[in-house]
């Protein structure tokens, strides 16, 4: 699975109306643009995305909306995340995989858990998620560091763990991930 993964991945951006409204030819704009640069997947309502910033509804939409508008050889990741471990598992649980390669799951933002508790967390959507799953660490969004003990510790648990993006500009623990990774799945 994450070999699907390999070459240029862009995350999109959500363009907005001047009312606030999803503008969703520009959206597809967006999607045109990249796929005609070359890109080899899209990342739909990370960080990038504002996520955060908009309702069920919108994102459900915008999903859908991006699945519909690419081609199949591009593959799609969902960002899916949120602060409670419940809400993420159920929204995955319900979450129309249509086109869908894997979820980008930030972890618990504003509670700043332990990382006994960002275990805990991902692996509870381990065990929910009907696609494989990618760590978003990005302390500065979310106020805790998924530490590479941590991160490895998942990813030797369940080859449900993909990959991470990892955004915490710590090089050595960036480095510590690669090197110790293991290699069939992650």
Do not use: C
């Not at 704009?29 to 005609?36: G, M, P, S, T, V």
């Not at 409670?84 to 995955?92: F, P």
């Not at 030797?156 to 293991?182: H, L, V, W, Y």
């Amino acid at each position: 699975m994450a070999q699907k993964f390999n070459g240029t991945g862009v995350a999109l951006v959500t363009p907005f109306k001047q009312n606030g409204a999803v503008d969703f030819g520009a959206l597809e704009k967006l999607i045109r643009f990249n796929i005609d640069g070359g890109i080899d997947y899209l990342v739909v309502l990370g960080t990038t995305g504002e996520s955060s910033t908009l309702n069920a509804n919108e994102r459900r939409d915008i999903w859908k909306f991006v699945a519909e508008s690419v081609e199949e050889n591009i593959h799609l990741v969902a960002g899916l995340g949120g602060n409670s471990t419940a809400e993420v598992s159920s929204q995955m649980r319900a979450f129309n995989t249509d086109h869908y390669d894997a979820f980008l799951s930030v972890s618990p933002y504003y509670n700043k858990p332990s990382q006994e508790g960002i275990y805990q967390h991902y692996m509870q959507l381990a065990e929910v998620a009907p696609l494989p799953i990618i760590i978003y660490n990005v302390p500065g969004r979310t106020g805790s560091n998924i530490t590479s003990e941590t991160t490895l510790k998942l990813a030797a648990a369940t080859k449900r763990f993909i990959g991470i993006k990892e955004a915490s500009g710590n090089f050595s623990q960036i480095m510590r991930i690669i090197k110790d990774r293991p290699s069939e799945n992650f």
